[in-house]
């Protein structure tokens, strides 16, 4: 079946309300070239520096509205911002502990580090791509970091209902809530008559407004220090700052950058994102204090739920994916992978620089990539620099590399976060 | 080669030696010949010159000049004019490897000339350059491959190629004339510049692109100058030369082939016939020949033996082993798609070589895939630098293909049992690394020595042959 990027767009905004216009407006037809299971693969790869048309600020004002009401838990007192706390780079972890945020109900816990939603309106919907010199398709995009959902509108259902997060359970429960909290009006006004009486059109009105709300330029400002030097303002980086750049660039170095994309010598800041949107299998070490994890047999497997769940062959060899995320903003985290292992940065970057050199440091005595079952560590990477290298051999990095890095992350940081109160 | 009308001969015959020929041009006075006049100095309009080796040994010299004619040439103090190769010409847009609003017609505002100089030359002189002449015992060859400066649209890939540490060729190819190599063997891709650089990316801001003269330039002969100043090169093409792609460039400037309208890749109705070239076998010394053969348009998705390629490919290999049978000579064999190598992956045992390849070479070698006479295979494609030999009657190979396009992951250190880049083919030690760089054959007596270097010069590992088999100094991954 060829399907237009148009019609795409269509089937993957369905939780747009019917009349709305698309949020993201795609500017020429993109084809399948075929598909992956249901999976579309494109001849090419969608840039995150591509045209977004505004939200509309209605919608937008509504999302911010709903993203911080803590009526619409079960019960009352989590919003999305709970979690995702606009002061701190949108994450946050609601009382929860050890790298795992806390439900509506406080005995529930979350599986994964919470992600920060800043400049996620760029990420596309899951797509393969594979270059002419490349040996198979790569998976890129699609939201949560194993990219289940497509659309941020169809995302942010997920938080909504689920029942360690805000456990309003169902369509008809969450519709019930948005009445309850006085949103008939505004939602009728906005999305038509009688749209919360319909739980279906409800949570897509839902989804549309926190969609709108994400994709607004207040979670996407480009207004680091490192969008300064961007914009041509090289004294806007210190030279330890600079060095880790180069360092951060450098294949045989941090390498970093063939994951975290940046297009340091180009005005346009969406080039630098510092994701490619694409998967990775890091092996990083398992968070034996997360609360799932005391079931041994407990394994978060990312990406391959979501390859079986859309029917690509081979599944289980995506099994330890994740997407990578951006690092804008990394800084403010206070913690680090999608288990939420690291506490610190500079812990996160060693662990790239000395995985495979000191095991021991990051796995003690026991076997390496052990948060994955024993069958799946071969889907690791251990082929890219700087995770390739033979135990005890040396670094790619060393200690003072590792700290220019981290300076360098460091100016990633929008604004807000860095003006003194 | 065009000889000038007798009177211009006669001014270079007052000359003693090409080496003082310039000044002699002007000394002797009396020409107002523009063509002459500018060999007594570097002549502008001279854009490239260098020394090409092709089929049966012959030495190509070509230029390629801004001027309606084609330069002159003082070969061994005889002053002629060169021949014209491929006239200055904007072919018109044809299907290309990108999407139309994103290719153009390619622009050669250029003159491609050529002369075939014998065998017993001793210098070459064109358009105020000395150019190199085949030794008839190279003693040091350089290897290099995959260099040209990437900008690709659907890979939203843009390598900043002003930054010479994002896009190293340049320094490559000066740290390669550095070491004064007597030939340079390039195994394929030489232009990577397919889509426009977008406006706000100063790393490549303003570069030429498509597949005209101006990107040619750009990504092959201005970085490589000294490279093509120091040595004579051996060619084969990548699949970046493929007629969608860079396939109009490679015929203008690089084929060792006559040029013809129908191996031109202007019109894609010849693809299928100018997509493939014949095998042929140059000599390096008395006792060693490397035999190279065009796999540009094979592709890496296998080959159907109803392919219309696969008949041609099986003919050409039985072409190679004629070429390999020659019992007083080593056989080295290259070409751009690794065939006993590997293509790394993240996160999963490498791919294989190039299976297309594979099931053609099976079909007349069902165990080895080379014909016997084959010892040594060099390749690029992937952008890494393999070295690789088999406890089996497999050719040990080389891969050289990070010369300066963007690098590939490594490959696994330690390397998995069993995993092997043919069925049969039974590894026995593996040296590899993905940093910048390029290989260098140097003589050591009676053998050749295959060594792999940084882009800077730096030594990374010695290999010795013996018969089909090397012995690198280190194995597993090669740290810079």
Not at chain 2, 93 to 119: G, H, I, L, N, Y
Request: hydrophobic content about 40%; aromatic content about 8%.
């Amino acid at each position: 079946m060829s399907l237009t990027r148009s019609a795409l767009a269509s089937l993957l905004l369905a939780a747009c309300a019917a009349r709305a216009p698309a949020q993201t407006q795609p500017t020429e037809p993109l084809r399948p070239v075929e598909h992956i299971g249901s999976t579309p693969r494109y001849a090419a790869i969608i840039p995150a520096a591509r045209p977004l048309e505004a939200p509309l600020p209605a919608r937008v004002a509504l999302g911010r509205q709903l993203f911080t009401d803590a009526r619409l838990s079960q019960p009352r007192g989590t919003s999305c911002a709970s979690c995702h706390d606009a002061a701190k780079a949108f994450t946050s972890f609601n009382g929860g502990r050890d790298g795992v945020a806390g439900g509506s109900l406080r005995s529930r816990l979350g599986f994964r580090n919470p992600p920060s939603l800043t400049y996620a309106k760029f990420i596309p919907p899951l797509y393969f791509y594979q270059d002419d010199d490349a040996q198979q398709p790569a998976p890129f995009g699609g939201l949560m970091l194993d990219g289940r959902a497509d659309t941020l509108a169809a995302q942010v259902r997920e938080p909504l209902l689920a029942r360690h997060e805000m456990n309003l359970g169902t369509e008809t429960t969450a519709a019930a809530r948005l009445e309850a909290s006085g949103y008939r009006e505004v939602f009728e006004r906005l999305y038509g008559s009688g749209v919360l009486n319909d739980p279906k059109r409800a949570m897509q009105a839902f989804g549309t407004s926190l969609e709108a709300y994400l994709q607004s330029d207040e979670l996407s400002p480009f207004d680091s220090r490192f969008d300064e030097f961007l914009r041509g303002k090289p004294q806007a980086l210190t030279p330890q700052e600079t060095r880790g750049l180069a360092i951060f660039r450098n294949p045989n170095q941090g390498n970093c950058a063939s994951c975290h994309s940046v297009s340091h010598t180009s005005s346009n800041p969406a080039r630098s994102l510092f994701t490619d949107f694409g998967y990775e299998a890091l092996g990083v070490p398992r968070n034996t204090r997360l609360p799932a994890n005391a079931d041994r047999r407990h394994f978060d497997l990312g990406l391959c739920r979501t390859a079986a769940a859309r029917h690509w062959p081979e599944a289980d060899t995506w099994c330890g994916y994740f997407r990578t995320p951006s690092l804008r903003n990394v800084a403010v985290r206070t913690r680090f992978m999608h288990n939420g292992v690291f506490t610190t940065l500079r812990e996160t970057v060693r662990f790239y620089a000395m995985r495979s050199t000191r095991p021991q440091e990051f796995y003690g005595n026991g076997p390496v990539f052990d948060d994955l079952p024993a069958k799946l560590r071969g889907n690791v990477n251990t082929q890219s620099s700087p995770m390739n290298r033979k135990a005890g051999s040396q670094p790619a990095m060393t200690e003072e590399d590792i700290d220019a890095v981290v300076a360098f992350l460091g100016t990633l940081t929008d604004k807000r976060y860095t003006a003194k109160p | 080669m065009k000889l000038l009308p007798s009177n211009r001969r006669a001014q270079v015959m007052c000359s003693g030696a090409a080496a003082v020929l310039a000044i002699t041009l002007v000394s002797c006075g009396g020409s107002n010949d523009p063509v002459v006049a500018a060999s007594s100095t570097t002549d502008p309009l001279v854009q490239a010159a260098w020394t090409e080796i092709g089929a049966n040994g012959q030495t190509i010299v070509r230029a390629v000049t801004t001027g309606n004619r084609c330069p002159s040439i003082a070969i061994d103090a005889q002053l002629g004019t060169m021949g014209l190769r491929a006239p200055a010409a904007t072919v018109a847009q044809r299907p290309t490897a990108s999407a139309a609003a994103d290719s153009k017609p390619s622009a050669f505002p250029v003159t491609t000339c050529e002369t075939t100089v014998a065998a017993n030359a001793t210098s070459v002189f064109v358009g105020g350059r000395t150019l190199p002449l085949p030794k008839a015992s190279p003693s040091r060859i350089a290897i290099l491959a995959d260099t040209g400066c990437r900008m690709k649209k659907a890979d939203n890939a843009f390598q900043p190629c002003l930054d010479a540490t994002a896009w190293p060729f340049a320094t490559i190819a000066a740290t390669v004339a550095g070491m004064k190599p007597d030939l340079v063997v390039h195994i394929g891709d030489y232009h990577y510049r397919e889509n426009a650089c977008p406006a706000d990316i100063a790393g490549c801001k303003d570069s030429p692109w498509g597949y005209g003269w101006d990107t040619w330039a750009a990504d092959l002969f201005t970085p490589a100058a000294p490279l093509l100043a120091a040595a004579p090169w051996v060619v084969t093409r990548g699949n970046h030369e493929e007629c969608a792609r860079a396939g109009q460039g490679w015929s203008r400037f690089l084929d060792v082939r006559p040029f013809t309208p129908a191996m031109s890749c202007d019109d894609p109705a010849n693809d299928n016939l100018a997509n493939v070239s014949e095998p042929y076998a140059v000599a390096l010394g008395a006792d060693t020949q490397l035999v190279l053969f065009d796999s540009a348009k094979v592709g890496t998705a296998g080959l159907a033996a109803t392919d219309y390629k696969f008949p041609i490919y099986q003919d050409q290999f039985r072409k190679v082993a004629a070429l390999a049978a020659d019992s007083g000579k080593t056989t080295l064999f290259a070409n751009h798609h690794p065939i006993l190598a590997f293509a790394p992956l993240a996160g999963a045992n490498p791919n294989p070589g190039n299976t297309g390849l594979q099931a053609v070479m099976k079909t007349l070698n069902p165990v080895t895939y080379y014909p016997e006479g084959v010892k040594i295979a060099l390749h690029g494609h992937v952008h890494d630098f393999q070295a690789i030999s088999f406890s089996t009657n497999h050719p040990a190979t080389f891969v050289a293909g990070n010369g300066g396009d963007n690098v590939d992951v490594n490959l696994p250190d330690p390397f998995p049992a069993g995993v092997t880049p043919a069925p049969g083919a039974v590894l026995d030690k593996i040296t590899h690394t993905n940093t910048f760089g390029f290989m260098m054959m140097e003589r050591s007596g009676s053998q050749w020595l295959y060594k792999a270097y940084t882009k800077t010069g730096a030594l990374l590992t010695t290999c010795v042959p013996t018969g089909s088999k090397i012995a690198c100094d280190k194995t597993g991954y090669l740290a810079p």
